[in-house]
């Protein structure tokens, strides 16, 4: 199955990246008032002049979409037009932007103040940059940014106003809008609100699906939202959410526009702001509800160091080129194009894919710092119990092994090679000291033994999210060392098979396209095999003698994740005999967590994120062995758990 | 009324040797006496006497040419001077089938000449090939029946022995109709229609006349004007078109909007097949027998025979005909305009609106002025419209427009007309800038072969599409056009423009042109094929028609299938299955 000449093209070493810009350094260097007040003047897409939001808003009422949806609500509830016409204009003013240059020239001040005291640098590819450019100019873009940190839609326009770029329009959730004065700060900077959940609002998705198109259609702004719909907790890409997606390419496969440039952007932390709150919140602890109060409380977090900050303006997608040979959009023909309709299977697997497309994209050019290499390195360590920690030039020793092997694998690693491994080392554990403890040369998380169980995987959890950055670098590899370990012969096809499993089991985990899962295999082989970790023949497949320490970190890197499904598996097999809802199920594995953690059944503090434990739930659901009554019972259905299992209880006894 | 002697050929046993091909171009369009070219001081002018720009100096094309293509007047491409007669295969004859033939009388040629004549159509890749003196398979023999009859001994013959027939009317096809199908091992005869060229009868009362399928367009509508009377179907290849052509494409004129298309003129067709003649026994205006037998005779591109005398609807001619033409600030004004009037259904014999660039390419062909005075008329309008006005050079968009009718009708309607263009901010430019718009039709054909001369090969294509999706469908295949150029390498970008021709109560036919420059392209013609494909590839995913008028010939079959469906295309075979079981009519058209 694996040629290595079919993937020789595509050997994730000869990824040719951009380099980073530090934009940081001018702003400590002149004014920032004179920053803010600049003269702006971005290139416009053929030269359409910008719209007025209240130009905007009459544009979306008077089109033949709301004209048509407004019509067909007043048949259906008896309603008078004019009444239906109130609640769609009462729906746009809730939702749409009123971006101001004014505001958008404070938070240039603002941002350019808070970003110096946070950050050492932020780094941008300013080549990413002058593709935007281009793109903006040529076709309606959409900009989708990674989604880490609240700061990610503020940093994005304050790129975008530093390069003199259009500034975009955010598609935000609703729950900003709680914080009063900021939320209409946020209004005013060119987010436009949408509810969290409208879905039988046929009225509601009509208003927010032709004020996103009239913005786009006409080139107005670049529109920019989140694939991943919430912002990751644990840093890793979240499935994509595809509303918003179908919405954008809409005007494309009807033809309305002659393509639509969807740039994806990879926004990289080298600390993240949130970082314990997203821990706390994995663990059930109750986030604080956003509000103006609660963001200035957060301000102590202004006198830390957060590192630095890489952002990759990755190649502009057209749409038509990822359309092309995948759909055919004569089907449009028959039906007038202001009746809306549910897109077709075929368009809906065809917007599933290039969301799937965009997301790897975003994790592709993803940087990551050294940190997260040593982040994964302890984290295994603490797992097999290494209670006196690791001697610092080992850790050195390890992490440099790990930086060339994850090159290998094609990540984006910025490694400073100027520095020595050592330096390099010393340097990313002062940074996240709140994470790591180095007494007497040796190094290991900071979790103290008096400490709670919840206090301790805070701290593992937190680490973990490092770690996650890599590994979408890791799971293809990950998935086929663990198969390996898990077939019971060196069967290609038997390999392959529990390849297969593990990878359909995962895919609410991580991020793996649908219906890929030879090419993953073939990928994974491929990088195993170059780097001589594996002997793949038309038959078998053989590990190398020099390929063990390889192999054994990856089954490692997806012990966790093995373990967690595993656990959450028993759960459902001893404890939930009855019927259980959904709202009970959280804090009924959680318990059940607890008490294997106690007894040292399980090593992986990791299990307790919700996080893992919502996305397990939802892969048993999908393959059966669990089903959903009346919508909010979950029933266990022991038979097929049973028999839909076995090679996952293979895994387990072989581990 | 009998015919029009001087048009008239004895039956020889030689060629009749059509009046037609020996004053046109072998390898080109239209006249041979007709033509551009660079003169020696460099300005470009059009030869000939046939026509209102013919002997006149065209100061702004070489310019635009420049600015357009980046050709270089150094640069040239000529096309071979005469047919090399080696070029042409032997032709395989049917021994029996010409014995028997020699016995009807009807005249007949296998000169090589002759025969290449009628192998094309005008399609870029067949002038192409015989401008490099490149010539395929083409018809072994060459026929000229005289009458309905002659057509009838011939099919028998062609049955008989076994011999594949290509009907033959103008050669204006654009659509490879009348390529060769190369997989022909059987001799293949060219019917020529050109000597079946009479009007058998006129009838005043119901306002019919009664052809044969061979006379030309313009043959068609002199006679009849002769008598006071004209059919109105003026398709732009109307000088050399035929009556049959235009029953077998569907076809459809300029002015449709007062006169009908093709399918809306004609009142009885005879048509000799493999099987018999089929027509029908009556001429009843309207007729509720079953799915109306014209249908399968109109669009079925000689593939189930040929079709001999036509009865058409004619017309007193018009008292009065006006041009005029409209300027609008942009494309999406104008499109709005001709939506609107088409609304009121108020729509002149003609309106058609250009794009920006076919606006400026208009104006590249303006002769020179002859007098200080109307270069001074030029200047103030010129500056009335972009100054005063506002509108962008850039922008604008022009609509021509014709009228015809009762003088007191007209000058009505026009004013009903320009009230409506108001609306859309359309103001009125002129009789002048209107008539210039309909001469060019017939010109703007001559001008490919300039083109052709310095690296520059182009084509036309049409569709139909519905009104709301008119924008777009005009934007998204100019932008494809310019794309795909790019991505093949070409390296100065596509001249991609694109008119609407004729306004319906549900759309509009909308005509695109483009043309780039091909020096240093290793395969030219395969290239342009790649992009013209692309560029109908995004006219069907906008929602666009096949074909509005050109039909589907070779050159667009791959996509009847998905245009019909599975049950319309099978329903058309078993047609050409009943009507044509050995496929006699074997031009390997539309299926």
């Known amino acids: 199955m694996a040629s290595s000449n079919a993937y020789a093209q595509r050997d994730p070493m000869l990824k040719k990246r951009d380099d980073f810009e530090d934009i940081l350094e001018e702003r400590r260097n002149s004014s920032d008032l004179r920053y803010a007040l600049k003269c702006y003047t971005p290139a416009l897409y053929k030269g359409v002049a910008p719209c007025k939001s209240s130009m905007l808003k009459s544009m979306v009422l008077q089109s033949d979409q709301l004209h048509y949806v407004i019509q067909q609500v007043s048949k259906e509830t008896g309603r008078q037009t004019d009444n239906v016409q109130e609640e769609v204009s009462a729906i746009l003013d809730e939702m749409a932007h009123s971006l101001q240059l004014s505001t958008v020239r404070f938070f240039a001040f603002t941002l350019s103040k808070i970003f110096k005291s946070l950050f050492k640098s932020i780094r941008v590819n300013e080549e990413g940059i002058q593709r935007l450019q281009q793109a903006i100019q040529d076709h309606p873009v959409v900009l989708l940014p990674s989604h880490r940190s609240y700061m990610d839609f503020l940093l994005m326009s304050y790129l975008l106003y530093t390069y003199d770029l259009t500034l975009p329009v955010i598609a935000a959730g609703m729950d900003f809008m709680g914080m009063k004065f900021v939320g209409e700060m946020f209004r005013m900077s060119g987010a436009f609100f949408i509810r969290r959940s409208f879905g039988g609002n046929k009225l509601y998705w009509a208003v927010f699906s032709e004020y996103v198109k009239t913005m786009l259609k006409n080139g107005f702004a670049p529109v920019e939202f989140f694939l991943e719909g919430t912002r990751s907790r644990t840093s890793k890409s979240l499935i994509p959410k595809l509303g918003l997606l179908n919405i954008v390419m809409d005007p494309f496969l009807k033809g309305e526009v002659f393509d639509v440039h969807v740039v994806p952007v990879s926004i990289s932390y080298e600390r993240i702001l949130e970082e314990t709150l997203y821990a706390r919140e994995l663990l059930g602890i109750p986030k604080p509800k956003e509000s103006t109060s609660g963001l200035f409380k957060a301000r102590k977090v202004l006198s830390e160091d957060y590192g630095s900050i890489h952002v990759y303006f990755g190649q502009p997608v057209s749409v038509r080129s990822l359309a092309e040979g995948r759909v055919n959009r004569c089907q449009f023909n028959l039906v007038p194009r202001h009746i809306p309709g549910r897109p077709d299977e075929d368009i809906h697997s065809f917007v599933n894919d290039s969301a799937y497309k965009l997301v790897r994209a975003q994790e592709d050019n993803m940087v990551l710092k050294p940190w997260v290499l040593l982040a994964s390195l302890l984290l295994q360590k603490q797992a097999v119990g290494q209670e006196q920690g690791t001697a610092l030039d080992e850790l050195t020793a390890q992490a440099v092994w790990l930086r060339d092997l994850s090159r290998q694998y094609g990540a984006f690693l910025h490694w400073p090679d100027q520095m020595t491994p050592s330096e390099v080392v010393s340097s990313s554990l002062s940074l996240h000291r709140g994470l790591v403890r180095t007494c007497e040369g040796k190094v290991q998380l900071a979790l103290e033994h008096e400490e709670k169980l919840l206090s301790q995987a805070v701290i593992v959890l937190s680490c973990a999210s490092y770690r996650n950055q890599a590994l979408h670098v890791f799971l293809r590899p990950a998935l086929l060392a663990s198969a390996i370990h898990a077939a019971s012969s060196n069967q290609k096809q038997e390999v392959f098979n529990s390849f297969s499993f593990l990878r359909n089991m995962f895919s609410n985990e991580f991020i793996l396209c649908p219906g890929a899962t030879v090419q993953d295999f073939e990928e994974a082989c491929y990088l195993l095999v170059k780097t001589g970790t594996l002997q793949v023949t038309q038959k078998e497949v053989l590990v190398n003698e020099r390929g063990h320490r390889t192999l054994a970190f990856l089954v490692s890197m997806l012990d966790p994740f093995l373990q967690g499904y595993q656990v959450v598996c028993r759960f459902l097999c001893e404890e939930a005999t009855e019927t259980l809802t959904e709202k009970q199920f959280i804090p009924a594995i959680r318990k059940f967590i607890i008490k294997h953690l106690l007894a040292g059944r399980l090593r992986y503090a990791e299990v307790l994120s919700s996080d893992l434990q919502k996305n397990s739930l939802a892969a048993f659901l999908r393959l059966g062995a669990v089903e959903k009554i009346k919508g909010y019972q979950i029933s266990n259905v022991s038979p097929c758990l049973g028999g839909k299992l076995p090679t996952q209880k293979a895994v387990v006894a072989r581990l | ?591």
């Open chain 2, 1 to 591: 009324m009998y015919g029009c002697s001087n048009l008239m050929y004895c039956i020889s046993e030689h060629a009749p040797h059509s009046s037609l091909q020996e004053i046109m171009k072998w390898n080109g369009w239209g006249y041979s006496d007709t033509k551009f070219l660079f003169n020696k001081k460099g300005q470009a002018e059009f030869t000939g006497k046939r026509y209102k720009l013919s002997g006149m100096i065209i100061p702004a094309l070489k310019e635009w040419m420049e600015g357009t293509f980046g050709t270089n007047m150094q640069h040239k491409s000529l096309a071979t001077p005469a047919l090399t007669r080696t070029a042409v295969q032997p032709p395989t004859l049917n021994e029996a089938f010409v014995e028997e033939l020699k016995s009807t009388g009807v005249p007949f040629s296998h000169d090589a000449e002759d025969r290449v004549f009628r192998a094309h159509g005008h399609c870029l890749h067949e002038i192409f090939a015989l401008r490099e003196g490149k010539v395929g398979r083409v018809p072994d023999l060459v026929v000229w029946p005289n009458c309905h009859n002659d057509v009838v001994k011939i099919v028998e013959l062609a049955c008989k022995h076994n011999v594949c027939l290509i009907p033959y009317g103008g050669g204006t096809s654009v659509s490879s109709a009348l390529e060769c199908p190369q997989e022909e091992t059987r001799s293949i005869v060219s019917v020529d229609t050109s000597q079946m060229n009479r009007i058998l009868w006129i009838d005043e009362k119901n306002l019919t006349a009664h052809m044969e399928a061979g006379i030309v367009g313009q043959d068609l509508e002199r006679l009849l004007n002769e008598s006071g009377y004209c059919t109105g179907h003026e398709p732009d290849s109307m000088e050399f078109s035929s009556l049959g052509g235009w029953v077998a494409t569907r076809a459809s004129g300029m002015k449709k909007n007062i006169y009908g298309n093709i399918e809306d003129l004609v009142i009885h067709v005879k048509m000799v097949t493999p099987q018999g003649v089929v027509e029908k026994s009556c001429q009843g205006p309207r007729m509720s027998t079953g799915p109306d037998i014209h249908h399968f005779i109109m669009g079925s591109e000689g593939t189930l025979g040929v079709v001999t005398e036509v009865t058409m609807k004619i017309r007193p001619m018009p008292e009065y005909q006006k041009y005029g033409s409209v300027v609008f600030p942009n494309f999406e004004q104008g499109v709005a305009c001709l939506r609107e009037v088409a609304r009121q259904r108020c729509a002149p014999a003609s309106i058609r609106l250009m794009d920006n660039e076919q606006f400026k390419f208009g104006h590249a062909l303006k002769p020179q002025v002859s007098s200080m005075f109307t270069s001074f008329l030029e200047g103030l309008k010129k500056f009335y419209i972009t100054k005063f006005k506002g509108f962008d050079p850039d922008c604008l968009c022009v609509a021509t427009l014709l009228f015809e009718g009762n003088r007191e009708k007209v000058l009505q309607h026009e004013k009903q007309v320009y009230d409506i263009a108001a609306k859309f901010g359309g103001l009125a430019a002129g009789e002048d800038n209107g008539q210039r718009g309909y001469m060019l039709t017939f010109v703007i054909a001559y001008l490919r072969d300039l083109g052709m001369d310095y690296y520059v090969i182009g084509e036309s294509f049409e569709t139909s599409v519905p009104w709301d999706r008119v924008l777009d469908i005009c934007r998204n295949v100019k932008a494809r056009i310019i794309r795909e150029c790019k991505d093949k390498g070409v390296q100065f970008q596509p001249f991609s423009t694109c008119r609407v021709t004729q306004t319906y109560d549900a759309g509009a036919c909308v005509y695109f042109y483009f043309a780039f420059n091909y020096r240093g392209l290793s395969d030219p013609v395969h290239m342009f094929e790649e992009v013209e494909h692309a560029a109908r590839e995004e006219i069907l995913a906008n929602g666009g028609s096949l074909s509005h008028h050109h039909g589907v010939g070779k050159l667009r079959k791959a996509w009847m299938r998905e245009t019909v469906s599975d049950v319309g295309m099978g329903m058309l075979k078993s047609v050409k299955d009943y009507v044509d079981p050995n496929n006699i009519f074997g031009n390997g058209n539309l299926l």
